[in-house]
């Protein structure tokens, strides 16, 4: 088995957070942006359109010429809070609002996950969703936050990987699905598709 090739992996994501994780599970995707229209996908609830978002940036990358024999994951996140999809705020004014409302509060982060097999053309996917306890930050350190300019770029204005860590008193479930992916689920979106996640683990330099 060890002289089967590796299948090659793919993120259909350029989020930072999310090729880290990877990287530390032992994995070593590229990184193939979709370039899908967020605001194009629609769906009832913040769990399904996480969902969405993710097999629509999924089936985009797999079905690329350059990935052919590839596996692509694609993922999105979003933070429900009083039953709205809350993604990445518009501008400093949104970002502030939005701390504003969830602090002292809980929201649930829904992770959208697909892993698409473009040799077998099969997929499996799945939300994952963890919850969020915020604290209760004042006025000036929200200020001082948005100012860092962090949370415009990560979905619900937080990351507990950031400057925002401190604002964040916990968390019910798992702590890298909040980063960004969700290392078991994704382990068992694999087992769905026939393929072991220790199969493509990177090779350890001699």
Excluded at 49 to 58: G, M, R, V
Excluded at 77 to 97: C, F, R, W, Y
Aim: hydrophobic share 40%; with cysteine.
């Amino acid at each position: 088995m060890t002289d089967q090739p590796r299948r090659r992996l793919v993120l259909a994501s350029q989020s930072p957070a999310r090729l880290g994780l990877l990287r530390q599970a032992g994995l070593d995707p590229e990184v193939i942006v979709s370039g899908v229209d967020e605001d194009a996908v629609t769906a009832p609830t913040p769990a399904e359109l996480a969902l969405a978002l993710a097999e629509a940036k999924a089936s985009v990358v797999a079905a690329k010429p350059e990935v052919k024999g590839a596996l692509v994951i694609g993922c999105d996140s979003v933070l429900e809070l009083d039953g709205q999809a809350l993604g990445k705020p518009a501008d400093s004014e949104e970002a502030t609002a939005r701390w504003k409302s969830m602090r002292g509060r809980a929201g649930t982060l829904q992770t959208g996950h697909c892993v698409y097999d473009t040799v077998s053309g099969r997929y499996a996917s799945a939300t994952a969703s963890t919850v969020v306890r915020f604290g209760d930050p004042t006025d000036e350190e929200i200020a001082a936050y948005v100012a860092s300019g962090e949370p415009l770029h990560v979905a619900g204005a937080f990351t507990l990987d950031g400057r925002s860590a401190p604002f964040i008193d916990g968390i019910d479930g798992d702590h890298g699905n909040v980063i960004g992916i969700s290392l078991p689920l994704v382990r068992r979106l694999l087992a769905d598709l026939g393929i072991g996640i220790t199969e493509l683990w990177a090779r350890p330099e001699a």
